[in-house]
């Protein structure tokens, strides 16, 4: 059987269709028990994230995994054709060092795909349905993911709004650990925000809200408290860390508020992060001595820069994706060799123990052991020998020259060299 990959992404399919082929993490198992029983496919792992869904998959008959899943998901396999692609054994193992290694995310070099990757291969080793193939393939994997990373630039660069922001907090107080932060909004990117803030440990995060309730189960999540949007006026004081993002269509942060804040925190600095558009801070704060007001775009040319600069990594990263894919299509190939290496060492193997157990016999009748050892070292060599040579002798014209090279480099002479002419 060989490797293929086949899959939806979000190079190749809208959100609307991804969603159709997701597999629930509490389905997996049971998903893959089905797709290897009763088809040609012997071995199987799934990987589904909001970006992708892909089946990894050591089968002759890729087609029987693509109407699978489309029978899965109960979506007819015309649907789903024009976004689904199939990738032979070669490529398959290059999409998946790839992916492994962040060059087929959305944000170039992001490392939670490899910790996907990681989830995949214990869901399929818990399902059964990673062999020997597709376990080495996965090791393989990771191992190139990790090079990439360790060797190259592709994850050093910060690529998120989200990073950008504590990226700059960053640039006037050393460690997020010693500020209080104070989020104001609970939507999607207030999120994103929440968790890297959050990582930081800061003594203390808040999340402001008009809803009071929608601020809580955040702010729960986060290990923070919650507030409601109207007492920020009077608690801003107590902040270092002031990040907005609402769909307020009015400045929710005005110049006075800041000013009254300032006086009352004795001129100790204040970032502000505001990226709401409309803008949820007046711009004028910008110009206070203390306020550090960074806006969307300041974060924007962040993002770009890290972008770029990730871009500069991927031909390095590629260069070693390639080397790798070769290194695991050789070791393929060689396990072909397997059963025939078997099938030697086997015949010769039982040469061995005939010949042994003839020289046995006659030490146990007492005859000379010089003569016995002579004895078993001819027996051995003619009997190893009398293959090859018999083929060579019976084979005639170009089969036989072919036959002399080849054995010249198996055993490693040249028959010409023991010519007598």
Known sequence: MRLFALGINHHTAPLAVREQVVFQPERVNEALNQLVS???????????????????????????????????????????????????????VRHMFRVASGLDSMVLGEPQILGQMKQAARAAEEAGTLGALLHKLFQRTFAVAKEVRSSTAIGANIVSMAAAAVHLTERIFERISDQRVLLIGAGEM?????????????????????????????????????????????????????????????????????ERAIRARRRRPMVMVDLAVPRDVEAEVAELDDVFLYSLDDLAQIVESGLQSRQAAVVEAEQIIDTRVDHFLHWIESRDAVPTIRALRDNAERMRRHEVERAVRHLARGEDPQRVIEALSHGLTNKFMHGPTHLLSSAEGEARNDLASLLGRLFHFNAQDNSHE
């Not at 012997?42 to 990987?47: R, T």
């Not at 992708?52 to 008959?61: F, H, I, K, P, V």
């Open 38 to 92: 009763g088809r040609p496919v012997g071995e199987a792992a799934i990987l589904s994230t909001c970006n992708r869904t892909e089946l990894y998959c050591a089968t002759n008959d890729p087609q029987a995994a693509a109407d699978w899943l489309a029978e899965y998901h109960r979506l007819p396999l015309q649907s789903i054709s024009p976004h689904l692609y199939t990738l032979p054994q070669r490529d398959a």
């Open 190 to 258: 207030i999120e994103l925000l929440a968790a890297h803030f959050a990582a930081g440990k800061p003594k203390q995060i808040t999340v402001a809200n008009r809803t009071l309730e929608r601020g809580r189960v955040l702010a729960q999540r986060i290990g923070g408290d919650a507030i409601k949007l109207d007492e920020v006026a009077g608690l801003l004081p107590s902040y270092d860390i002031v990040v907005a993002c609402t769909a307020s269509p009015l400045p929710i942060i005005g110049l006075g508020m800041v």
